[in-house]
Structure formats: C-alpha cells, structure tokens
C-alpha cells in the first residue's frame, strides 16, 4: 500500500466535531443467546453483466416479518460497475423500505451495494461485508480499495462486499447544502464567543437541517444508525449468508455493535477496529475525541522534535504553544491561500490540524509541510489537506458526507446541548484540552435546534452473541483506546486485542501482529486466547 493510497483509505474514516461534523454517537444493543459462527456454503458470483445472485443458505422467509419477506426474498442484478472502479468489482441496487416501522407507509429506497468475487472459488467462506465510518463514508469507495483494507489470504476466500449506508453515496443521498455553503459552514468562525458569530453558527446549522429534511423529508428522519443495520440484515439475507461476517471501523463498529444487538443469531466472524462506545452520549464522545486529539498532538510535536526539518520549535511544550498562539492569531486574522476567496480561518487551520492526527505514515507529514506554509503566511498546502480529506475537488463536494455526518448523528442521541451548556462546557474543556476542546464543545451545536427527532439512546451494550474481535489503537486520536476497552467488557465473551500505534484504527495500518490474528480469525474461525497487546 503507498502512503499516498493508505491516506485516501483512513480519510474515509474520518468522524470529527468541528464545524458540520461532531463527535460520533452511538445506541444500545441487547438480545438473546447466538449460535456459533459458521462458514457460508453460499454460491459463487460470476462478475458479468446480468448476473443473479441467488445464494443458497437464504433463510426460509417466515424467519421475518410478513412485511419484510419481500426484501429479504429479492434478487440482486448484478452488473459491471460505472465509472473507474476496478474491473473485477460488480454493482447492484437493493431495495430496502424507509421505514421499518410502517415499511408500506413511505416506500423504498435504494441501497447501492458493490461486490468482489473471491480469488479462489472453491475454497470460498462468504461473503465479509465492510464499513469504513462516518457516518457518512461511502462503503462502496472504501470496499473498491480492496487490497488496502484487507490481507490477500483473507480477499482468497470471502467475496468482498461494501454498501453506501441509506443516505449517503449513492444510496438515497441527502443533499442539504450548495457547495457554497459547505464551504462557508466549514470556514465558519468554530469558537462563536460573540452573539453575532452564535447566531451565525445557528443560522448554518438551522440550514443543514432544514435542507436535509427538503432533500428526502421521511428518509432524513430515519437515517439513524439502527435503520442502516437493519438494511445490513436485508444485505446478508440476500447475499446468502446465515451470518454476518463483518470489518467495522470507527463509526463502522457502532454500526456493528447495533447490528449485534439487532440480530444476535446471525453474527458471524465480526471485527471491531476503533470503537464507539455505545454507553455514551454527544457530550461524552466530544469529550472524548478532545483528549484523543491532544494525546495525538503531543505525540506529533514529541515526533516533530526529533526531526530536522520540523517546522515548529524543538521543546514539544514550546511547539504546542507556538500553535495555540497560530490558532488565536489566525482567530483574528486568517491566513491567505492561493485562493483569495478561501483563506485560511481559524476553524479551517484546527480542522486541518485534526486531520493530520489520523495518519502517523502520511498524515504527520503532510502536516508538518502545511505547517511550515502556514507559519510562512501561506495556507495553502493546509487549506489543500483539508480539501483532500473533505472530498473537495476543483470547488465542488464528490459526496454527501459532509453532511450526512450531521443528519445521523443528531438523530442517534437525544442530547442536544444548547448555548449556556455549551459554553460551559467549552470553558472546562478548553482548560484540560487546550487546543481542541474549545471547537469540540462547540460542535455539539450543530444539533442543539436539529429538526427531526432522535430516535436513538446511549447505553451499555448489552446481550449475548458470537464472539467478537474487538481492536483499539493506544493513540487512537479520533476513538480513543478507551472505547474499545470499554466495550469490551460489555461484550463478555469476546476478545481484545490492542496496537500500540499511532493514527485511525489498527487493521491493516502497519502492525503484522493485528493483521495476523484478524487474518487467523476470519479464515479459520480462531479467536486469540486471551486478550493481547501488540507492539509490532
């Protein structure tokens, strides 16, 4: 995998709190006892235009409501994919209803699902069904970057499957905002510490809202996380599976944890890389991501200091402070770029210094060339990292997860601080995390006045299924080790295995040691022992 490959792959698991992202939620899971996973016996797809894929381990259809059967009996068509994906990729859309509730109240929409056969058909295991985050990455791009994401032994024997959640990608999507208006939300001023700038801020949040709901009114309402495991549920059926196989990161493993607690029986082989806990709330999961934010920073300027060409002082103490001055000087004054139109704002400078933290291989890097240009007067190399990890492409947004992050989350948890809780809370954070817990307690404003209704809760997972193979990051900046530690003990019968590494998640980032015990896992079944700690 090239550094530069590697990057574009982790972007698509980026969750943050500033400007028209928060922190990424989460809801509770419970259910009854599992069976053992076992390996499908499921066919084999031939790629060619007009293929069906029937499977033959489709359970009988009074397994389901009378209402679903429809969904769960459909074929998918499948055909060669449009535009530059690989050519061994195959494409097809899947029904799913809008509402689980009511499914015949306000129809269907279309899940748009892609599928790689596995190398070697006569030894295939299933299908293993993939998640990158968000919410609001497309799992249609990350699965297509098939041989970053996951081992060639394991690509051997599973068909691989990535979907676009409802909503997002190609799937339904939500299209709240004009490219000028992201572009003015993201610059926006993040630290609103006057009454002009806190109604501006609420302006552009009441606008996302509002045009999520103008978008796809009935589908805006039920984005939720809980809905996008049930159209998971719909996929496995159709695939042919008896069980979810499943790689979940970040976000991907709150989408994984509520499917476990949906359907306990059909949890296959899952993997868990980068944690949500399920058990908190907004507040809890900003606060969260500030301290994995800071921890991060450290370590980069720790990192930086050892370096001849770093850009910022050598003492990492005088190097932090050397930003947080950059940060209140850029406040009041933005840094040009090569665009004069776009400069490089407050807002626009801590997003680009959060991104940075999700790559140690190319992120820090990158980061530190961006860094000299902004400390030169230029923000240019920065403002450009940033358009790289928000799909922005010659003035124009590739996709809608700039917004959709905002329509799920909001949904997902009921706590929406207003403006007294929210500056409270900026003053206490901004003393333990000097330079994100300020923009991240301010995040949380976006859902303070969301115009749907959450739908979801913060709670323990709580249940019995298979065992699951749960993977923290020591460093993790953006879902901190934390989270999966805790999960893990929700999760009693399942193991942990944690990396000490730097950067977004641990599979497939650099450590032999995690990749060979996932690999272990999905081929044969095997979990660890007992819980591990690699160094490698």
Same mark, same amino acid.
């Given at each position: 995998?090239?550094?530069?490959?590697?990057?574009?792959?982790?972007?698509?698991?980026?969750?943050?709190?500033?400007?028209?992202?928060?922190?990424?939620?989460?809801?509770?899971?419970?259910?009854?006892?599992?069976?053992?996973?076992?390996?499908?016996?499921?066919?084999?797809?031939?790629?060619?235009?007009?293929?069906?894929?029937?499977?033959?381990?489709?359970?009988?259809?009074?397994?389901?409501?009378?209402?679903?059967?429809?969904?769960?009996?459909?074929?998918?068509?499948?055909?060669?994919?449009?535009?530059?994906?690989?050519?061994?990729?195959?494409?097809?859309?899947?029904?799913?209803?809008?509402?689980?509730?009511?499914?015949?109240?306000?129809?269907?929409?279309?899940?748009?699902?892609?599928?790689?056969?596995?190398?070697?058909?006569?030894?295939?295991?299933?299908?293993?069904?993939?998640?990158?985050?968000?919410?609001?990455?497309?799992?249609?791009?990350?699965?297509?970057?098939?041989? *970053?994401?996951?081992?060639?032994?394991?690509?051997?024997?599973?068909?691989?499957?990535?979907?676009?959640?409802?909503?997002?990608?190609?799937?339904?999507?939500?299209?709240?905002?004009?490219?000028?208006?992201?572009?003015?939300?993201?610059?926006?001023?993040?630290?609103?510490?006057?009454?002009?700038?806190?109604?501006?801020?609420?302006?552009?949040?009441?606008?996302?809202?509002?045009?999520?709901?103008?978008?796809?009114?009935?589908?805006?309402?039920?984005?939720?996380?809980?809905?996008?495991?049930?159209? *998971?549920? #719909?996929?496995?059926?159709?695939?042919? &599976?008896?069980? *979810?196989?499943?790689?979940?990161?970040?976000?991907?493993?709150?989408?994984?944890?509520?499917?476990?607690?949906?359907?306990?029986?059909?949890?296959?082989?899952?993997?868990?890389?980068?944690?949500?806990?399920?058990?908190?709330?907004?507040?809890?999961?900003?606060?969260?991501?500030?301290?994995?934010?800071?921890?991060?920073?450290?370590?980069?300027?720790?990192?930086?200091?050892?370096?001849?060409?770093?850009?910022?002082?050598?003492?990492?103490?005088?190097?932090?402070?050397?930003?947080?001055?950059? #940060?209140?000087?850029?406040?009041?004054?933005?840094?040009?770029?090569?665009?004069?139109?776009?400069?490089?704002?407050?807002?626009?400078?801590?997003?680009?210094?959060?991104?940075?933290?999700?790559?140690?291989?190319?992120?820090?890097?990158?980061?530190?060339?961006?860094?000299?240009?902004?400390?030169?007067?230029?923000?240019?190399?920065?403002?450009?990292?940033?358009?790289?990890?928000?799909?922005?492409?010659?003035?124009?947004?590739? &996709?809608?997860?700039?917004?959709? #992050?905002?329509?799920?989350?909001?949904?997902?948890?009921?706590?929406?601080?207003?403006?007294?809780?929210?500056?409270?809370?900026?003053?206490? @954070?901004?003393?333990?995390?000097?330079?994100?817990?300020?923009?991240?307690?301010?995040?949380?404003?976006?859902?303070?006045?969301?115009?749907?209704?959450?739908?979801?809760?913060?709670?323990? @997972?709580?249940?019995?299924?298979?065992?699951?193979?749960? #993977?923290?990051?020591?460093?993790?900046?953006?879902?901190?080790?934390?989270?999966?530690?805790?999960?893990?003990?929700?999760?009693?019968?399942?193991?942990?295995?944690?990396?000490?590494?730097?950067?977004?998640?641990?599979?497939?980032?650099?450590?032999?040691?995690?990749?060979?015990?996932?690999?272990?896992?999905?081929?044969?079944?095997?979990?660890?022992?007992?819980?591990?700690?690699?160094?490698?």
């Amino acid at each position: 995998m090239t550094s530069r490959g590697r990057y574009r792959v982790l972007a698509a698991t980026v969750v943050v709190g500033c400007a028209l992202s928060l922190a990424v939620v989460a809801v509770s899971a419970s259910g009854p006892a599992a069976a053992p996973t076992q390996a499908s016996t499921g066919s084999t797809l031939n790629p060619q235009a007009g293929t069906e894929l029937t499977g033959t381990q489709q359970q009988a259809s009074a397994d389901y409501p009378a209402a679903l059967r429809p969904y769960y009996q459909q074929r998918l068509q499948w055909t060669p994919c449009s535009g530059a994906a690989p050519s061994d990729f195959v494409c097809a859309g899947m029904r799913v209803p809008i509402s689980y509730a009511n499914p015949k109240r306000f129809g269907d929409i279309t899940i748009a699902v892609t599928r790689r056969p596995a190398t070697s058909s006569q030894k295939r295991l299933g299908s293993l069904v993939v998640n990158p985050g968000g919410p609001g990455g497309s799992g249609i791009e990350y699965a297509q970057a098939a041989d *970053m994401i996951v081992s060639a032994s394991v690509l051997n024997r599973y068909d691989l499957v990535g979907f676009d959640p409802r909503g997002v990608g190609a799937s339904a999507p939500l299209s709240c905002l004009t490219d000028a208006q992201i572009d003015a939300f993201l610059a926006a001023d993040a630290t609103p510490d006057t009454p002009r700038e806190v109604s501006q801020f609420r302006s552009m949040s009441d606008a996302l809202g509002k045009g999520c709901l103008k978008s796809n009114r009935e589908l805006a309402r039920r984005v939720d996380t809980e809905s996008a495991a049930r159209d *998971m549920d #719909i996929l496995r059926g159709v695939l042919g &599976d008896p069980r *979810m196989t499943y790689l979940g990161k970040s976000y991907g493993t709150f989408l994984g944890s509520t499917y476990a607690r949906l359907f306990p029986n059909r949890v296959g082989r899952f993997v868990l890389d980068g944690v949500v806990d399920p058990q908190m709330d907004n507040v809890a999961l900003s606060k969260a991501q500030a301290m994995g934010f800071e921890r991060a920073m450290r370590r980069f300027l720790a990192d930086c200091a050892r370096l001849r060409n770093c850009p910022l002082r050598k003492d990492p103490k005088a190097a932090y402070q050397q930003l947080l001055d950059l #940060i209140a000087r850029t406040d009041a004054k933005p840094i040009p770029t090569s665009d004069p139109k776009r400069p490089l704002t407050q807002s626009l400078l801590q997003t680009g210094l959060i991104f940075g933290m999700y790559d140690s291989a190319y992120g820090w890097p990158a980061e530190r060339n961006a860094l000299r240009g902004v400390l030169g007067g230029d923000g240019t190399d920065m403002l450009d990292m940033i358009d790289f990890y928000v799909s922005r492409e010659d003035g124009h947004y590739k &996709d809608n997860s700039n917004e959709v #992050i905002a329509a799920v989350n909001c949904i997902d948890r009921p706590d929406r601080p207003g403006i007294a809780a929210v500056q409270k809370l900026a003053r206490t @954070w901004s003393t333990s995390y000097p330079m994100f817990g300020e923009v991240l307690a301010y995040g949380l404003l976006t859902c303070e006045r969301w115009p749907a209704p959450a739908v979801g809760r913060a709670a323990p @997972w709580r249940g019995k299924t298979a065992p699951v193979l749960i #993977i923290g990051n020591t460093y993790d900046p953006a879902t901190p080790v934390e989270g999966a530690k805790a999960l893990r003990k929700q999760m009693h019968n399942s193991r942990y295995i944690e990396w000490v590494g730097d950067g977004h998640t641990a599979y497939r980032q650099g450590s032999s040691c995690v990749d060979s015990m996932v690999d272990r896992f999905y081929l044969s079944g095997t979990l660890p022992a007992k819980d591990q700690v690699c160094r490698s």
